[in-house]
């Protein structure tokens, strides 16, 4: 199998910088098996000396203390290595963990939008964190497990070739038990972890939707939703678990029974006289500890399936197509946009944008208007690098923006949506992310400038109130004011303003269209508004629907020669009227 195919390779891969960590975590389990066979011979001696009448306290002290030893060394060594394969794993965790963040930089938005948040959470959060386990004590368990019965097998095989054949009858047997139980396995395993993802990604859906749920008293239907998916994942496991309980009862009784054929070969060659007592009872001990090791290792065939399958859509991601950017800056000396016969479309999806031609100057305001889905946010997200353009180019300063550093490009956009997030932090550090490093009055002033700075006083510790999760604790329109802070302080000289006051009511918008007019001067501003009241003044207003251009220019040109602009603008005149 293609390494890159091959998810335990891509494992390797992602765990290469701690190799070292687990080859010693190996390392100490093995010699953890050797000295956990010291009690299997100290035990077999003591017996043996018993059957020959040693009497000397001493003698058994002695061998008493050797198995002690090799308990001990058994228990000091399995610690170690699982104290070291944890740091290791830990460590491979967390880079796997910002090897995913930085993914997600690098890809289009339209991977981000047609992936459901859930999925992406379960994949970050939960997939990488069940990754623990099985990464921590696979490595150095499964080696020992394995390393037991090959020692003790190679023991036996010294003592009598024969006794080591009759320890391992058992084993084939139980191995056709395993294998009816394994029977279809992968596809089994794949349709649990289908439901597992579907009852995750129904869950978060359920606690994320809870307010509309319960305003639109949806509360039965939506809890069926996700009962229905907790019940069909517990009914698959349990109906797939009572399809193998036959064999899964007949492989642990089978393959333990080694006794059943030790103790009579044993007898048949002891009475023949090809077999000492000494030997026998040796014997005897170690296939006592044969099968025990192989039963746990067993038990790491769900793991290894499991990892499998972790591993599969953690490269999922990890491989996804990736924003073709250089890394080398380039010279840009002017905030000049131009979009050159730009088509655009998701993949398989039909045309959103279709040959469009637009030049928007430096230190000009330009606004986008028209019906809902036609293109406005497209436009916006493509100039701010989200995604590449299907076809024609988007130039910076003459520049395709596809041969600018993601990073630049980003230094040189102040973006605004509608929907701005707001981290889980403090006010004062929620505007400081648009530069990390401003000061305190930096961050003070870019609020006065955005009229927000005596409302943030206002809450329960100033600036140094803790937003919540998504900036739950605030309402729409004061997220949205601490968000045009933080572009404010950015200070990029392209503003994007992606119907950036929808939720923020009259008196509020008109404090902040006038902070915004002396915020916005000397830079290249595009705006998406729903009022277009805000954006009469602008120096272009470009008319969009079904993806094309309608027409463009001021104001008052497009009164008198846009049909369409002049139906939204008697429309928003109305509304106004009867507000």
Same mark, same amino acid.
């Given at each position: 199998?293609?390494?890159?195919?091959?998810?335990?390779?891509?494992?390797?891969?992602? @765990?290469?910088?701690?190799?070292?960590?687990?080859?010693?975590?190996?390392?100490? /389990?093995?010699?953890?098996? /050797?000295?956990?066979?010291?009690?299997?011979? /100290? %035990?077999?001696?003591?017996?043996?000396?018993?059957?020959?009448?040693?009497?000397?306290?001493?003698?058994?002290?002695?061998?008493?203390?050797? #198995?002690? *030893?090799?308990?001990?060394?058994?228990?000091?060594?399995?610690?170690?290595?699982?104290?070291?394969?944890?740091? @290791?794993?830990?460590?491979?965790?967390?880079?796997?963990?910002?090897?995913?963040?930085?993914?997600?930089?690098?890809?289009?938005?339209?991977?981000?939008?047609?992936?459901?948040?859930?999925?992406?959470?379960?994949?970050?959060?939960?997939?990488?964190?069940?990754?623990?386990?099985?990464?921590?004590?696979?490595?150095?368990?499964?080696? #020992?497990?394995?390393?037991?019965?090959?020692? *003790?097998?190679?023991?036996?095989?010294?003592?009598?070739?024969?006794?080591?054949?009759?320890?391992?009858?058992?084993?084939?047997?139980?191995?056709?038990?395993?294998?009816?139980?394994?029977?279809?396995?992968?596809?089994?395993?794949?349709?649990?972890?289908?439901? %597992?993802?579907?009852?995750?990604?129904?869950?978060?859906?359920?606690?994320?939707?809870?307010?509309?749920?319960?305003?639109?008293?949806?509360?039965?239907?939506?809890?069926?939703?996700?009962?229905?998916?907790?019940?069909?994942?517990?009914?698959?496991?349990?109906?797939?678990?009572?399809?193998?309980?036959?064999?899964?009862?007949?492989?642990?009784?089978?393959?333990?029974?080694?006794?059943?054929?030790?103790?009579?070969?044993?007898?048949?060659?002891?009475?023949?006289?090809?077999?000492?007592?000494?030997?026998?009872?040796?014997?005897?001990?170690?296939?006592?500890?044969?099968?025990?090791?192989?039963?746990?290792?067993?038990?790491?065939?769900?793991?290894?399936?499991?990892?499998?399958?972790?591993?599969?859509?953690?490269? /999922?991601?990890?491989?996804?197509?990736?924003?073709?950017?250089?890394?080398?800056?380039?010279?840009?000396?002017?905030?000049?946009?131009?979009?050159?016969?730009?088509?655009?479309?998701?993949?398989?999806?039909?045309?959103?944008?279709?040959?469009?031609?637009?030049?928007?100057?430096?230190?000009?305001?330009? #606004?986008? %208007?028209?019906?809902?889905?036609?293109?406005?946010?497209?436009?916006?997200?493509?100039?701010?690098?989200?995604?590449?353009?299907?076809?024609?180019? %988007?130039?910076?300063?003459?520049?395709?923006?596809?041969?600018?550093?993601?990073?630049?490009?980003?230094?040189?956009?102040?973006?605004?949506?509608?929907?701005?997030?707001?981290?889980?932090?403090?006010?004062?550090?929620?505007?400081?992310?648009?530069?990390?490093?401003?000061?305190?009055?930096?961050?003070?002033?870019?609020?006065?400038?955005?009229?927000?700075?005596?409302?943030?006083?206002?809450?329960?510790?100033?600036?140094?109130?803790?937003?919540?999760?998504?900036?739950?604790?605030?309402?729409?329109?004061?997220?949205?004011?601490?968000?045009?802070?933080?572009?404010?302080?950015?200070?990029?000289?392209?503003?994007?303003?992606?119907?950036?006051?929808?939720?923020?009511?009259?008196?509020?918008?008109?404090?902040?269209?006038?902070?915004?007019?002396?915020?916005?001067?000397?830079?290249?501003?595009?705006?998406?508004?729903?009022?277009?009241?805000?954006?009469?003044?602008?120096?272009?207003?470009?008319?969009?629907?079904?993806?094309? *251009?309608?027409?463009?220019?001021?104001?008052?040109?497009?009164?008198?020669?846009?049909?369409?602009?002049?139906?939204?603008?008697?429309?928003?005149?109305?509304?106004?009227?009867?507000?």
């Amino acid at each position: 199998m293609d390494k890159k195919d091959n998810p335990m390779s891509r494992l390797m891969e992602l @765990a290469a910088p701690y190799k070292g960590e687990y080859v010693l975590s190996v390392i100490l /389990a093995i010699l953890g098996v /050797a000295a956990g066979l010291l009690p299997f011979f /100290a %035990v077999s001696k003591i017996v043996i000396l018993l059957m020959d009448g040693e009497t000397s306290v001493s003698v058994y002290m002695e061998w008493c203390l050797i #198995a002690g *030893i090799g308990f001990l060394g058994k228990v000091c060594f399995a610690n170690f290595s699982t104290l070291v394969s944890h740091t @290791a794993t830990f460590a491979t965790l967390a880079e796997i963990r910002l090897k995913l963040a930085d993914k997600l930089t690098r890809v289009p938005m339209g991977y981000m939008i047609n992936t459901p948040s859930g999925e992406l959470k379960n994949v970050l959060v939960d997939r990488v964190e069940g990754m623990e386990t099985t990464l921590a004590h696979l490595v150095p368990e499964l080696t #020992a497990n394995l390393c037991i019965p090959i020692c *003790i097998l190679i023991c036996l095989l010294f003592l009598d070739w024969r006794m080591a054949l009759a320890a391992l009858i058992t084993l084939p047997i139980g191995m056709l038990c395993y294998k009816g139980m394994a029977n279809g396995y992968e596809e089994k395993f794949q349709g649990l972890i289908m439901r %597992v993802r579907k009852m995750t990604s129904t869950v978060v859906e359920y606690i994320g939707g809870i307010e509309v749920i319960k305003a639109f008293n949806q509360s039965a239907n939506s809890y069926q939703k996700y009962s229905d998916a907790v019940e069909d994942n517990a009914a698959y496991a349990v109906n797939w678990m009572k399809s193998v309980q036959l064999y899964k009862s007949m492989l642990v009784t089978i393959w333990p029974s080694v006794l059943v054929c030790v103790l009579p070969i044993g007898c048949v060659l002891y009475r023949n006289g090809s077999l000492s007592v000494p030997a026998f009872v040796t014997c005897i001990v170690l296939s006592l500890g044969i099968i025990t090791p192989i039963l746990n290792a067993m038990n790491f065939t769900d793991s290894i399936s499991q990892m499998k399958s972790v591993v599969g859509e953690l490269c /999922a991601v990890l491989d996804e197509k990736e924003l073709d950017r250089p890394e080398t800056p380039v010279s840009i000396h002017s905030s000049n946009i131009v979009l050159e016969n730009v088509s655009f479309s998701y993949e398989s999806e039909k045309p959103l944008l279709k040959n469009i031609n637009l030049s928007i100057p430096e230190n000009s305001i330009t #606004a986008f %208007v028209g019906p809902s889905g036609g293109g406005k946010s497209t436009i916006t997200k493509l100039i701010a690098g989200f995604w590449d353009v299907t076809n024609g180019t %988007v130039k910076l300063d003459g520049t395709d923006i596809r041969k600018i550093p993601l990073s630049q490009l980003m230094d040189n956009i102040a973006y605004i949506s509608q929907d701005n997030y707001l981290f889980d932090e403090t006010v004062l550090e929620n505007i400081r992310m648009g530069k990390p490093s401003a000061t305190d009055e930096e961050v003070y002033q870019a609020a006065r400038d955005c009229g927000c700075y005596d409302f943030i006083l206002n809450l329960e510790n100033g600036f140094h109130t803790v937003v919540g999760g998504a900036g739950g604790h605030l309402s729409g329109g004061e997220r949205q004011r601490i968000a045009i802070a933080r572009a404010v302080l950015k200070n990029a000289p392209i503003v994007i303003l992606d119907e950036a006051t929808a939720y923020i009511d009259a008196e509020n918008e008109a404090l902040i269209q006038e902070a915004m007019a002396k915020v916005i001067a000397g830079k290249t501003v595009l705006m998406i508004a729903h009022r277009l009241s805000t954006i009469t003044d602008a120096d272009k207003i470009v008319v969009i629907k079904d993806g094309q *251009i309608i027409d463009e220019g001021t104001h008052e040109n497009l009164l008198t020669s846009c049909t369409l602009y002049q139906e939204m603008w008697k429309a928003h005149m109305d509304t106004k009227d009867v507000a």
